[in-house]
């Protein structure tokens, strides 16, 4: 391998890791996001628990 | 709709476009990685070592479009009051400047093959860059030394519009270049290459073109979800 050779795979080496440390960080950011809206999915309360419950009614 | 209802929606509205860009993306990089290094000749001048420029002038290009966009954006916000410019125009500025800092470093890495030195202060055109690139990075220190609200919007907006008069100026740079000489691209006859190498640069231009949406769209969508998410729990307090 030459040295421009060398110099040109750390050129495309630096982009590829720039761009996977940036998906990595927004992979990280977008995790936190959604433990927060589980979270909050848990704090508010649920619609069908809140429902008045059916009257039984005899079958038959 | 109910916040949680409207934040569950945004959620899935991301979800819909996102694999596509994504899939999109790892095409286009693939394919041009694959032109760049197996199908474009060597430059009869530069040799091997021109192959640098695929990328690196696609992502100047890019660089330039993301801060374009952002000005764009903060054109919107100051004329039309359109809520969601500002987030946009901060993305774009976001977006511009990590392109920015690969333009940085793939020019330094040429630079030394090329020049034999990492970076000259003598040269216009990596100066010029430079300073673009620490006005957008000003740009942060001004919107996060600001309270959020119109105020902090208003000041980004009128900055990120003033930071595109360096634009062409960074442009005009190459062509001013005296000491070394920047290879020129584009003429106003058109591009200085052909064939393969052409095809190449298009290809690896259309791909970090697509790249650099795919990254601002979830960059995007999750600024917005936290804006929501914040909404959220002010209004569940």
Redesign the interface.
């Known amino acids: 391998m030459t040295t421009s050779e060398k110099y040109v795979t750390a050129a495309y080496c630096v982009v590829f890791a720039v761009v996977l440390v940036y998906v990595l960080i927004m992979a990280l950011k977008l995790q936190r996001l959604e433990r927060e809206v589980d979270e909050l999915a848990g704090r508010v309360p649920d619609e069908d628990a809140e429902e008045s419950p059916r009257e039984t009614a005899q079958v038959g | 709709m109910s916040p ?1 209802a409207a ?2 929606s945004a ?1 899935g509205r991301a979800r819909i476009s996102l694999p596509v860009l994504a899939a999109s993306s790892l095409v286009l990089v693939t394919t041009a ?1 694959a032109f ?1 290094f197996f199908v474009a000749p060597n430059d009869a001048d530069q ?3 021109q ?2 420029f695929y ?2 002038v696609s ?1 100047a290009f890019t660089a330039y479009a993301c801060f374009g966009g952002g000005a764009w954006n903060a054109l919107r916000h100051l004329w039309k009051r359109d809520p969601r410019a500002d987030l946009r125009s901060y993305v774009c500025v976001h977006q511009g400047l ?1 392109f920015g ?2 333009v940085l ?2 020019g330094s ?2 630079a ?2 090329s020049w034999g030195h990492w970076w000259l202060w003598s040269e216009d055109e990596l100066v010029l860059f430079l300073v673009l690139y620490l006005f957008y990075c000003a740009y942060f220190m001004l919107r996060f030394s600001v309270e959020p609200g119109p105020q902090r919007a208003n000041l980004s907006a009128v900055y990120a519009l003033f930071g595109v008069i360096l634009i062409p100026v960074s442009f005009a740079a190459i062509r001013l270049a005296k000491t070394f000489t920047h290879p020129e691209v584009f003429h106003l006859k058109g591009p200085s290459f052909g064939g393969w190498i052409l095809v190449t640069y298009c290809l690896s231009q259309a791909a970090l073109l697509v ?1 650099a949406y795919t ?1 601002y769209s ?2 995007l969508g ?1 600024k917005r ?2 804006v929501r ?1 914040r909404r ?2 002010e209004a ?1 307090a």
């Open positions: 949680a934040t569950i959620v990685l760049v040799g091997f070592s192959r640098i990328f690196h992502m990590i800092t690969l470093l793939t890495i040429w030394k093959i790249l990254l979830v960059e999750g979800l936290d998410l959220l729990r569940l």
